[in-house]
């Protein structure tokens, strides 16, 4: 059983640039949330898709966007790229209504802005 | 508004003796509360989740913790630590099902042989 896969695992990227970072989520997954995880801190939520809509979102700007396919795949955008994207950006999905919706995530896709 | 602290934001302990991980954690509502560990370059790992059922909670490799309501605790332990157990380690609350996950600082722990 293919848990939570991401793509790619690495990534450099000057300013000013758009990225766009996918994810597969877990077999029998609907729902995909994304965090973004800086050097030396815990991940901060991004913002979580279900039935192709934006369920919830956090604290981040405009620039990060995203979309969900009917599959549940799940891919990240994030346009106008500052120094300070520079992070590890995680998915993680779930089963909505599952057993406390628990979310498992994937390696990750490490995003260097030069 | 909910939020989590870890006390330590490193933790130093020797092969064999136990290790004590805490989290302090505050929420509006009744919480789902969780403990993830990522070891060096990798994703995250569930440990364990307290979802309102028993307050101690059992989780994978020997980890354990107990949620206490009227500290608004919910401290991880394991009573023998292995070299394998060097990784950071995160405290977790969510308001209810399906919510946004709200994660602590981190908290690093070594093992020395």
């Known amino acids: 059983d293919a848990g939570v896969t991401q793509s790619p695992t690495h990534l450099i990227k000057t300013r000013g640039q758009q990225v766009t970072l996918r994810c597969s989520p877990k077999?029998?997954?609907?729902?995909v949330s994304w965090y973004q995880q800086a050097l030396g801190q815990g991940p901060q939520f991004i913002f979580q898709?279900?039935?192709?809509?934006?369920?919830q979102r956090g604290n981040f700007p405009d620039r990060f966007s995203g979309h969900q396919f009917p599959n549940y795949s799940s891919e990240l955008n994030v346009n106008a790229l500052l120094l300070g994207d520079s992070a590890l950006y995680l998915c993680a999905s779930s089963l909505a209504g599952g057993p406390q919706e628990t979310q498992y995530f994937g390696p990750g896709t490490r995003l260097l802005v030069l | 508004a909910q939020s989590v602290t870890q006390l330590d934001s490193h933790v130093s302990v020797s092969e064999g003796t136990p290790v004590l991980l805490r989290c302090n954690y505050s929420s509006s509502y009744s919480p789902s509360l969780f403990w993830y560990v990522q070891h060096p370059n990798k994703g995250l790992q569930l440990l364990l989740k307290y979802t309102s059922a028993a307050t101690l909670v059992k989780g994978i490799n020997g980890f354990e913790a107990e949620f206490k309501k009227s500290e608004t605790s919910f401290h991880l332990t394991k009573p023998s630590a292995h070299m394998s157990d060097a990784a950071e380690y995160f405290c977790?609350?969510?308001?209810?099902?399906?919510?946004?996950?709200?994660f602590g600082g981190g908290t690093r722990v070594l093992v020395k042989p």
């Open positions: 977790v609350v969510t308001p209810a099902a399906g919510n946004k996950l709200t």
């Open positions: 077999s029998g997954h609907d729902t």
């Open positions: 898709y279900y039935e192709e809509e934006e369920r």
